[in-house]
T-cell receptor, first 113, second 115 residues
Framework: GESVGLHLPTLSVQEGDNSIINCAYS??????FIWYKQESGKGPQFIIDIRSNMDKRQGQRVTVLLNKTVKHLSLQIAATQPGDSAVYFC????????????FGTGTQLKVEL | DVKVTQSSRYLVKRTGEKVFLECVQDMDHENMFWYRQDPGLGLRLIYF???????EKGDIPEGYSVSREKKERFSLILESASTNQTSMYLC??????????????FGDGTRLSIL
């Protein structure tokens, strides 16, 4: 399944399926992007990051894809597990913005057994 | 692992009170940040600091101030609390200085209610 945009939609997937969460970022001058996971009652947890000179980066069960042409970022989670249920949001850093990040509002991922 | 600790998980205060939110990180990070998180609005930056005794305004600094007397500690101060400051407050830290491709690491937040 897919989810689009920076609102807070809900993405429901079956356990074991792959999840794709999308993010449309705003600034073509952004040079660094991060995906965070936030579980209920906890702070955001770093998942994976990518610099603008890359278009793909892989971690453990996660892959981030960056398409600068259309200013689009996606997070792919392989073999989604119940523990992946959380809100996921992207963050971008603008060149010239120091270390300030701009955050999206997130996507709620629900994993169904 | 980076540990960012916020002193209170829940806090209830009254309108007009001066409120202190404390944050400590244990990884010797130069950068520290304070955000508030509200439904539908995402994280909004209140203040940040690149070094001891240094602070810069974020996007919504009005009604807040900060203090960074030691590298590991960054305090957020609500000078005279108002009901519109009821929110989840998140502290974060990251390595290095002004231009840094390093992720910010967050604490678990303080849910502040102003009555």
């Amino acid at each position: 399944g897919e989810s689009v945009g920076l609102h807070l939609p809900t993405l429901s997937v079956q356990e074991g399926d792959n999840s794709i969460i999308n993010c449309a970022y705003s600034n073509s001058a952004s040079d660094y992007f991060i995906w965070y996971k936030q579980e209920s009652g906890k702070g955001p947890q770093f998942i994976i990051d990518i610099r603008s000179n890359m278009d793909k980066r892989q971690g453990q069960r996660v892959t981030v894809l960056l398409n600068k042409t259309v200013k689009h970022l996606s997070l792919q989670i392989a073999a989604t597990q119940p523990g992946d249920s959380a809100v996921y949001f992207c963050a971008e850093r603008h060149t010239g913005g120091g270390n300030k990040l701009t955050f999206g509002t997130g996507t709620q991922l629900k994993v169904e057994l | 692992d980076v540990k960012v600790t916020q002193s209170s998980r829940y806090l209830v205060k009254r309108t007009g009170e001066k409120v202190f939110l404390e944050c400590v990180q244990d990884m010797d990070h130069e950068n520290m940040f304070w955000y508030r998180q509200d439904p539908g609005l995402g994280l909004r930056l209140i203040y940040f600091s690149y070094d001891v005794k240094m602070k810069e305004k974020g996007d919504i600094p009005e009604g807040y101030s900060v203090s960074r007397e030691k590298k590991e500690r960054f305090s957020l101060i609500l000078e005279s609390a108002s009901t519109n400051q009821t929110s989840m407050y998140l502290c974060a830290s990251s390595l290095l200085g002004r231009m840094s491709n390093q992720p910010q690491h967050f604490g678990d937040g303080t849910r502040l209610s102003i009555l």
